[in-house]
């Protein structure tokens, strides 16, 4: 007996079989695969996308949603695999911003960081919460810090 496919890949063969009844024009069919390659990034079955692949997925899913208006400059914050420290939180927020290079509109979007302190039962101590809140506190305050004139809106998941 086979084991069954991840969910990603079952929507991925969806989108596809759709796609090519309907006749969906390729660029719809790309800004699908898209909100797929977001939805996979938080999937523990896949391995998901690094910080640059989510940035471009997310920014796919901007011009999707509103085609005609101008979309911010997406960076991303990956705590997925490299724990959040405060020692090279200013170092890692720099790098973060950078990749959004000097555009005047930015989403910094901050992944990982839930479950580094509030997964599983950790997330019910009030210490555990208060780490965390510190730890959004710290990068809000680096990014105003850093971002100069530039309008920066903060997101943490």
Known sequence: MTAALPKTVRLRTLNALIASM???PHQLRHDV???LRVFESDDTTDPGLDARGLAAAVSQIFRLLSPDAPAPAVAVLDHRQVPFDPLWAEERVGEALASAGDAPNVLFWTVGLQEQYLA???????RQRTAYEEAVGCIEALVARRAGRRRV?????
């Not at 599983?120 to 009030?126: D, I, L, Y």
């Not at 809106?153 to 998941?157: A, G, H, K, Q």
């Open 22 to 24: 309907v006749g969906s």
């Open 33 to 35: 695969d898209a909100v």
């Open 120 to 126: 599983g039962p950790r997330g019910r101590s009030s």
């Open 153 to 157: 809106t903060v997101v943490v998941l």
